[in-house]
């Protein structure tokens, strides 16, 4: 199993639609999860933090079910501008501060 | 607020070249990393160094060395330049005090090799 997994997409989808992004994860000790998104070559940058509890953050949200080993993202009321590459993230187990990226989901976002 | 700022943001060398990649960070944090982007590959971390005066090996080392030169600093160096290392290498930092924080990137060195 790789250490992190994603459905690299492309997700093609019009304007207004929700769209949800899946990811799991091999190392059970992991212990902090994020969302990265990146835009055709620039550099990846931070979406949001995942907990344990689930957050949101406007039209986002995330989910994480330990257990699983799973992680998710929930776009609400795509815009054009989502559109990118999204990234998963989890830590190399521990406290340790190296993290494993995920190759990415495509998401594209027509009017 | 300048963040973390590579230089140089495009690079073409010959194969057998060497030459380093410099990397500033100004947030204060005590981790940086270097990776390298691949198509379909996604980011794979080269080296990192938790703390000032510490480096470790990450997932894909081998021809590449790094110097924490300071807390701000830390640089990358390809010693003799391979095709393979075409790529787009990214340097990031975190703060590394309560465990595992987001890193904060780099726009990227855009390095091919000839």
């Known amino acids: 199993r790789k250490e992190v997994e994603q459905d690299p997409g492309p997700f093609n989808v019009p304007e207004g639609a929700t769209v949800a992004f899946n990811c799991t994860y091999s190392n059970s000790a992991s212990q902090s999860f994020f969302w990265y998104r990146q835009d055709c070559r620039k550099e990846p940058k931070l979406l949001m933090s995942?907990?344990?509890s689930g957050n949101e953050d406007g039209r986002f949200t995330a989910q994480l079910n330990r257990a699983s080993q799973y992680i998710s993202l929930l776009i609400r009321d795509s815009k054009l501008s989502d559109s990118a590459t999204y990234l998963c993230?989890?830590?190399?187990?521990?406290?340790?501060?190296?993290?494993?990226f995920g190759k990415g989901t495509t998401l594209s976002v027509s009017s | 607020n300048a963040g973390v700022t590579q230089t140089p943001k495009f690079q073409v060398l010959k194969t057998g070249q060497s030459m380093t990649l410099q990397c500033a960070q100004d947030m204060n944090h005590n981790s940086m990393y270097w990776y390298r982007q691949d198509p379909g590959m996604g980011l794979r971390l080269i080296y990192y160094s938790a703390s000032e005066g510490t480096t470790d090996k990450g997932e894909v080392p081998n021809g590449y060395n790094v110097s924490r030169l300071n807390k701000r600093e830390f640089s990358l160096r390809l010693e003799s330049a391979a095709p393979s290392q075409t790529s787009v290498y990214f340097c990031a930092s975190s703060e590394a005090r309560g465990g595992p924080r987001p890193q904060h990137f780099g726009d990227g060195t855009r390095l091919s090799i000839l």
């Open positions: 995942v907990y344990s």
């Open positions: 993230v989890v830590n190399r187990g521990q406290a340790g501060t190296a993290l494993i």
